[in-house]
């Protein structure tokens, strides 16, 4: 591809902590010097600040709140492989990731089905004013009955219905964010008035859902809404997106099925009467980047490799997003007529496949295949991006190790940079102006 003289526009990148705050590279070729601690956070604040060194626009950490149980009943082979779990605390995790950092947007992941919407309101408020305008809310609903049994209910509400309830509660965390007038706080040591209650507002929330009173114990934080990401693939979860996501996670396996999925994000942005440019669709990618091109696609076939020989933790896998017993199908049998309460948008893609090729495409980590040596692969990147318009990418890897992220911070990224496609300095101090800076 011949680099034209055109300036090309420029595109996001982040990082998925896939697995969340949990043990990383263990079973790897490259598993650091001390596995056993890897509930302290030093791996991951080398990663913020490996992003923060490439100019990511965030750090986005999953999370979920239950040991898995779904594969043939039990919770043995998660635990086998520690897969999906264990996973700490990410609000745990931000504290360290801010104090390391300065310009990096971190955003834990906090269920609308496990906090209460006050608490929630207040935790991101704090987190909003210790990092200075740095963090954001991965709006989530929990899709799995051993997380809603943790907290004492039966199961969870029924697919769209959690959406429901997802749409109050983020109505109510807004208006307590919203509580505290811009300029309430006057900190005028004379009159005395350290802040003018006549702006500051007591919110009365009487939903179908909730009830709160309000406002929130603490001043307007320094970006007032932090920017709410979301990962909605189902239609309900799309329009819910629409009108409450700044940034969206999207799986799609190739350029037009990115470019489809852009257009109507873009189209439902515009329904809900939104600028479509202030939401950015970013797409999971998960490269390989060695020094040859024989080198990365040798480790993509060690993976493979090691997916083939232990089927069961792809399947375990399948089986904790749909709440289906995979361990249950031939797996060689294409599968048919599957219905879920939880991941409907993934289940969806699997009907007609094998339990075995599905548990191949898992260990590819699905996301983008992007294979190669760093100058390829930033080629590659700026071409699906050429052809679908934008947002950017969102690296993840839920066995990453240093080295992996020294391949992309310091191979591929400054390739990118070099080409003009991802910035080489933050211009604002806020990450929500980062983020819609392009």
Same mark, same amino acid.
């Given at each position: ?44 604040? !080398? ?132 509580? #505290? ?38 001043? *307007? ?22 009108? #409450? ?21 873009? *189209? ?51 089986? *904790? ?88 911070? !310091? ?28």
């Amino acid at each position: 591809m011949g680099h034209t003289g055109m300036a090309r526009k420029q595109f996001h990148l982040s990082w998925f902590l896939s697995q969340g705050y949990g043990p990383k590279g263990w079973r790897g070729p490259w598993p650091g010097s001390d596995t056993a601690r890897w509930m302290m956070p030093d791996l991951f604040v !080398d990663l913020a600040r490996s992003l923060e060194r490439a100019c990511f626009d965030y750090l986005i950490i999953e999370d979920s709140s239950m040991l898995p149980y779904q594969f043939n009943g039990s919770h043995d082979t998660y635990l086998k492989y520690a897969a999906s779990t264990p996973k700490l605390d990410p609000s745990v995790l931000v504290a360290y990731l801010a104090q390391a950092t300065k310009h990096l947007g971190i955003i834990p992941t906090l269920s609308t089905s496990e906090y209460p919407p006050f608490l929630l309101a207040r935790l991101i408020n704090s987190f909003d004013h210790v990092t200075e305008g740095r963090i954001g809310w991965n709006c989530v609903t929990s899709s799995n009955d051993g997380a809603a049994q943790n907290y004492g209910h039966d199961g969870q509400l029924p697919h769209d219905e959690r959406y429901d309830r997802a749409e109050e509660f983020t109505d109510l965390v807004t208006k307590l964010w919203d509580a #505290w007038e811009p300029d309430a706080v006057l900190l005028d040591r004379d009159t005395p008035m350290f802040a003018d209650g006549s702006k500051v507002h007591v919110v009365n929330h009487e939903g179908r859902y909730f009830r709160c009173r309000g406002p929130l114990n603490a001043p *307007r934080s320094p970006q007032g809404r932090p920017p709410i990401c979301q990962a909605g693939g189902s239609a309900r979860g799309q329009l819910f997106a629409a009108r #409450w996501a700044d940034t969206i996670i999207a799986d799609a396996g190739n350029p037009e099925a990115m470019k489809r999925y852009r257009d109507t994000v873009r *189209r439902n942005a515009v329904a809900a009467g939104r600028d479509p440019d202030s939401i950015k669709v970013l797409f999971l990618a998960n490269p390989v980047i060695d020094t040859t091109l024989a080198a990365a696609q040798e480790r993509r076939r060690m993976q493979q490799a090691d997916a083939n020989q232990h089927l069961d933790m792809q399947l375990a896998n399948m089986s *904790r997003l749909t709440n289906i017993d995979f361990a249950t199908f031939d797996p060689d049998e294409p599968l048919q007529g599957l219905e879920t309460n939880g991941h409907q948008s993934a289940l969806a893609k699997w009907i007609g496949k094998t339990p075995r090729q599905l548990g191949m495409n898992q260990a590819v980590k699905q996301g983008l295949d992007l294979t190669g040596t760093a100058d390829h692969v930033a080629g590659i990147m700026a071409e699906m991006m050429e052809e679908v318009g934008g947002d950017g990418f969102l690296f993840f890897n839920a066995t990453f190790d240093r080295r992996y992220v020294i391949e992309l911070c !310091d191979g591929l990224v400054p390739e990118l940079q070099r080409r003009g496609l991802t910035r080489t300095v933050y211009e604002h101090s806020l990450f929500k102006d980062n983020l819609m800076a392009f």
